[in-house]
């Protein structure tokens, strides 16, 4: 009922970063692959990070 106001787990705030970094990439890949592999990149780092949570 009051989910609104639950904090976000640090994993949780991970992988919203992830999905944004990844739409980023997606978006730029049109227009400038240099940059939209940094983002991917970048989305990888922070998966990384993510799987080492899970452990």
Do not use: C, N, P
């Not at 949780?12 to 990844?22: A, C, F, V």
């Not at 890949?29 to 990384?48: C, F, G, N, P, Y």
Request: charge should be positive.
């Amino acid at each position: 009922m009051f989910g609104f106001l639950k904090k976000k787990s640090e994993k949780e705030k991970l992988q919203d970063r992830y999905k944004k970094l990844l739409k980023e990439a997606h978006a730029l890949s049109t227009i400038d692959r240099k940059q939209s592999d940094q983002k991917t990149w970048e989305a990888d780092q922070v998966l990384k990070q993510i799987e080492s949570l899970s452990q």
